[in-house]
């Protein structure tokens, strides 16, 4: 496979693999399955997902709902608190576009500007509450969840239909390996909260949860209603070292060529920190991956420091005799940061035969 790099390649068995097996997964447990597309941040994969069983979709941004909505997906959950008079309009605008769209809020001040958006545009907004159960990034505590689910649910431009979270590897609020017990206390705390909530005569009928990593302890977790896993559509080096896949399951990575080399221990490739992401920072614990990302070809390399457009390789002793031009591919630590720097991606199959270019639709779609 020849490809002028670098160049974001899909390999499009794995993704199809992927996706349906996630699909299985929420299908067995009987809840929903709304993927986050901030992974692959493209249309055509998110159709891929629909077909596939998918209820609707999540998003981060308005932005990436437009892109969305202009391509006809018309199921979206923007789990991401929608702030400032600017992206309120847009909101409103987009509403009565789709067929169902929610919106999540966690903050007074955030749903009372957004009820009244939503009144001024003469439309009732369907809303859920994001609650902090460890995380500790938005989210509103659990002992003020309650108060707030009573004012929101007093608000005329806004319906409260239910809560979700997102507490990724963490146990206790600290990193962990350990994702049955991540799982099962993300499920119990959220649904803790929705029935505390439901039980004060608000009633929820969505309680959301689940990342890639936690998503199949999650969706067995009784009160669960649905998951919104995202990496899971490709995987990276980070769901291999939680455990959550194999190597054999990450459908994206980088392809770069080896621009130059000290003869020694060293390569230079023609991917930097303007291809790659410099999430998921090697050594950094639970994971402690090595170097910034896996070379599928040689074990022996280790991708151990970049700059903007160059990759520095470490080559350890046992490593293959890699030469100028060569070219070498690369799963990231972090792979949905690493799509967004690219505009397109080249899907494959068979590991080598090139099928088609897609578009990252939603690429720095970050408003």
Known sequence: ??????????????????????????????????????????????????????????????????????????????????????KLERLTRLAPRCRRLIVGIDSLAGAKALDEAARAAGLKLEVRLEVDIGFARTGIAGDGALDLARAVSRMSGLDLTGIFAFKAMTLAGKPTLDLQAAGEEEGRLTVALADQIRADGIPLADVSAGSTPTAAVIAAQPGITEIRPGTYVFNDMATVGSGSCQLADCAAGVLVTVVSSNGQDRLVVDGGSKTFSTDSQPGTPPLCLEGFGRILEDGQLVFNRMTEEHGMMLVKPGAKDHQVGDQLLVIPNHICTTVNLHPQAVLIRNRSEIVRRIKIDARGCVT
Request: aromatic share 2%; hydrophobic share 50%.
């Open 1 to 86: 496979m020849q490809l002028d790099t670098p160049c974001l390649v899909i390999d499009a068995d794995r993704l199809e693999n992927n996706i349906r097996g996630m699909a299985d997964l929420a299908r067995r447990h009987h809840v929903a399955l709304r993927p986050h597309i901030k992974t692959h941040k493209s249309v055509e994969i998110a159709r891929m997902q629909l077909a596939a069983g998918a209820c609707g979709i999540t998003v981060a941004k308005v932005s990436e709902a437009e892109i969305m909505v202009d391509a006809g997906i018309d199921d979206i959950f923007i789990a991401y608190p929608v702030i400032g008079p600017i």
